[in-house]
């Protein structure tokens, strides 16, 4: 079983810390965010709900198969990985990744991509963004242990073509087909969100 | 300005000199002219366009390591660029030499000029995280736009110019796929809920100069330059929506 993401949208409130420390862990510019929460609004009823997203260790990870260098592999628990030395700055990832996940550092011309911090994993320890969030809405790990963190957490596995290892819990009326929507932007309107909150 | 203004200049600048190697390549070239105007013309479309391929990336003097990967988008640009600059080059060298062209090689770099607009748009076909890019409608918008971009070159190169019907015919038929190209484009974009403006004003001047094809029978020089900036504005205006995203 490979390993992936679950997110809480429902308790998520959006204060960031996850993607600030993520930052802060990894990343010395600012401003450049390995994971991300977005803003989706509603066009049709009430509010935004906050998704926090990072690299979503695909299935079938496009970030991979465009990369003009090799710089992308997929580890064995299909963590997939990025080895920054190779990196050319193409921004080829961004754009073929379904949610935009690698982030482009325009100080150093090269692109950063989530690996689940490795490097803490390796050390026996969570995620920086699982032990940071405030709320305990993200959690990190095999699938069939992180589909079990929140009651009710569906997967995105079947929404989008790469087929995305993310869990995500949400009100029942979510429509998981509004992932297509979460691409590089910030903020994004989906039809209608009525249930999400 | 856009952000992918160097990806912009590489399918405007390498296309034009590609799509006018393809058309020529069914075509009679002239030789009563300057035989090697036509490969310098192209080459250096061409190192423009290659430089700007360098200005798109992060960190340029890696570029080299993208041709260690001939099947992602980029790596298949690259070795396109390079095979067709490769034949560009032998035709000015044997221009040079024989003071005439020679057809086959003409042939063959209408052949690698082809290759290279399939690699355009392959290049944008594998983007599935731009969905106005990635499906198959950046096949058209690249080799039949990379078509459409060589007729006002290329009637430069040709004997009779648009006097000439055989070359009539394959430019007002190139100028329909590229007009083609920007409606599925326009189609494309549309269903998403984008703005189709600059596709439909590209199809509209595209369609003047496919008129204009048809009618310049005397290959008139101001017809000729007025069909040359009709496509390269069209095409121009069309690509930049394209990018930007």
Redesign the interface.
Known sequence: MPVGFAINTVNCFGCKTCQLACENTHLQNPGVFMRRVREVNATEGPGTVFVSMACNHCDDPQCLKVCPVGAYTKLTDGTVVQDHEKCIGCKSCIMACPFHAPTFDESEGATYKCDGCLDRRSAGLLPQCVISCPGANIQFGNLDEVAQAYDGAESIHDTVATGPNLYVKHNENLDLDDFKHIDGRETVDVGSVDGWL | MISEFPLFLFTLLGGMSAGTYALLAVLKRREDGDAVILPVVALILLVISGFALFG????????L??M??PT????FE?YGSLLFGLFVLIDLIICAAKKKPNHVVTVLAGIFGLILLVAMGYAYY?????EQ?GNAASFAMFIFGGLALGVPLAAFFVEEGYGNSRFRLVAALAIALGVIALLIENGVFGGLGLSTNAFMIGAVLLAIAFVLVLVNRKNAVWITWLIFVLVVVGMAIARYSFYMI
């Open positions: 798109h990336l992060g960190r340029p003097a890696g570029a390591q993208v260690g990967h992602t988008g980029i790596g690259g594998e983007v599935m995280g731009i890019w």
